[in-house]
């Protein structure tokens, strides 16, 4: 698919509350829609009203919590309950995250994002 057509609707993010919230101002820089759970007030929350608040908002929620949300991933799709997407990965430095997401962010779409997980090691 064409990037720059306008099939290519840009994943909205949603940090989780592990993910580094600095994160969120460097990807908007790049003129990504991106909101954390602390400006929407969902510090705290379970890991299951964390996605649901992502996929109620269109959003992809970006994750350090990998084996929970692999499992939530998991427990949706058997129920073929609808999400937009969760991105897991281990912790890494704020500059890697960044180049990673980004880069995933360049080449999944929106649409192509739904019902997915991802794992940032495979954008490296």
């Given at each position: 698919m064409d990037r720059t057509s306008q099939s290519f609707q840009k994943v909205k993010l949603y940090l989780d509350e592990d993910v580094n919230i600095n994160l969120a101002m460097r990807l908007r820089n790049y003129g990504y829609n991106v909101v954390t759970t602390l400006e929407v007030g969902n510090l705290g929350n379970p890991d299951e009203k964390q996605l649901e608040y992502a996929a109620n908002n269109g959003r992809v929620i970006l994750?350090?919590?990998?084996?929970?949300?692999?499992?939530?991933?998991?427990d949706w799709i058997h129920r073929t309950q609808y999400h937009c997407g969760v991105i897991v990965s281990v912790h890494i430095n704020?500059?890697?995250?960044?180049?990673?997401?980004?880069?995933?962010?360049?080449?999944?779409?929106?649409?192509?994002?739904?019902?997915?997980?991802?794992?940032?090691?495979?954008?490296?």
């Open positions: 994750t350090h919590n990998r084996r929970d949300f692999r499992r939530l991933h998991r704020l500059e890697e995250l960044e180049r990673r997401v980004l880069n995933l962010l360049m080449s999944v779409s929106a649409g192509q994002a739904q019902g997915m997980l991802f794992s940032l090691s495979d954008f490296i």
